[in-house]
């Protein structure tokens, strides 16, 4: 999920002020109490997660966030400008497998081409576009208080640009995203031309107090999460956990009439249950650390009041895993029905070896039965000693069961995999080929990667302590979060044969369509 970050569940359990007009702001928003600054200020917020399918859902609930506090907003999303959005998966053909075999390639003599293929792909798609420059330039002429700026890591370039706007009218920019609480990260964007600050923490409360503060030039340290130009910054914000009292998110001025199907983005708590995976860098980002759950009242209240407001029965839930409270999921697929009324939903799992872990068979079935259309999860791999050296807390068997289980259920089957994990063989490969040919008709979704190191990760500290020998550090990309690196075992021609094989497996699951009562939510996990 993109930009800071939550619902308006229940106003009462909102900021309150005594007596005294002193806000009482929950446990870890700030170091300190501070009377409530009056002033109504204008917010300029560009969201340049610009999904092609629904609104951004951290954006939504900055929005209400600063509504609820009397300040004005202006939200500016590229897709309401025929912008292209990005889409993230569809109907493949002979071309997306042959590009993909490109991409993926460990050939020695093609390693140059690939690489070069790789990065003009990367800078056509990051590029600035001239028609965002243009409206953050006539929406500044309106000379909001302050410019935010919603960002993921591969927006550097256009975030650059409109630093530069910025500055030259004089309008503070304060940028927040997931990955902005990473020291590295941190370092390598605070240089943005006219940049006011870098807030690497999540905001559904905070927000309205600390654009007072640029506003009134406020020292900026004394609110947790913050990195400024210079280098200077506050402590690390702690994770966010009143998420009950997190507001409804506000999604009235996206561009709807843009998106193809109203589906609302929504989610349940924030972080994984099992945190364990030694690649992931979801649980390390700033709304990603430590397991924090919402009550189900909060979300079927959430749910209720969007298919109001939105005048859908469609919802995404975006959570990192939904079964991370299996009461919690059972909860959403007994009540869905009863406050949405034909409700279809889809969400994200993980097949972890709890004793109930919420995804037995009876589960998926009352899953499908409450409006659940499609379901996605990390396979990773088809072999067990690769899940076990990533730590993912899963068996293959268990997969296998699960992707059998949903589809009997009648739900959709999408799941993630990469090569290159280091240790990774060509037996482990030829592994994760058998499985996909095996579990071709119960699986209707692969996205299969190359596998990136990630800042913070395990994994990352493995690479820089040396003990991972095949892994041959390029260099660092600080921006992105990530190091440039050769794994040396996947040079090989058996490696190379296997990879090809798997690849030929994602492509044949790749190229059929889904099944009619999912296809509205294809490309949206």
Known sequence: MGAWLRRDAFASQRLVEDARGRAAILPGAMREVRPIDRTRHTALLVDLNNFATFPTLAVGILIAALRNAGHEVRLLVPLAYDVPASERERVEWWLDHWMRRIHLSTWAPARWFRDMARGLRYWWRQRPHR?????????????????????????????VEIGKLARAAGIPLLLGGPAFNLKGVADAWR?????????????????PELIAAIVCKDDLLKFDGIVLPDGERSRPAPPFRALDSSPVPDFSDFPWDRYRVRIVPIMTGRGCQWAKCSFCSDVVSANGRTYRTRSLESVLHEMREQSRRQATSNFLFLDLKLNSNPALFRGI???????????????TVHVDTRADNGLSRADLRAAAASGMRRVSFGLESGSQRMLDLMTKGATVEANSMFIRHAFEAGISVRCTMFKGYPGETAEDLERSARF????????????FNEFSILED????????AGDLPDIEVNGAQARLGRISYLNRSTQVSD???AKARVLGAVFAINRRRLAPGAQMFDGMM
């Open 131 to 159: 028609t965002v420059l243009r409206e953050v330039a006539r929406a500044i002429e309106a000379k909001p208080d302050v410019l935010l700026l919603s960002a993921y890591l591969q927006h550097h370039a256009t975030v």
């Open 191 to 207: 240089t943005v031309p006219g940049l006011t600050a870098i807030f690497g923490g999540e905001a559904d409360l905070l927000l």
């Open 333 to 347: 697929a007994e009540h869905a029905q009863d406050v949405v009324p034909g409700a279809q939903w889809i969400g």
């Open 436 to 447: 996909l040919e095996e579990h071709l008709r119960y699986i209707d979704r692969v996205r």
């Open 457 to 464: 990760t395990p994994i990352w500290a493995q690479v820089h």
């Open 495 to 497: 490696y190379r044969r």
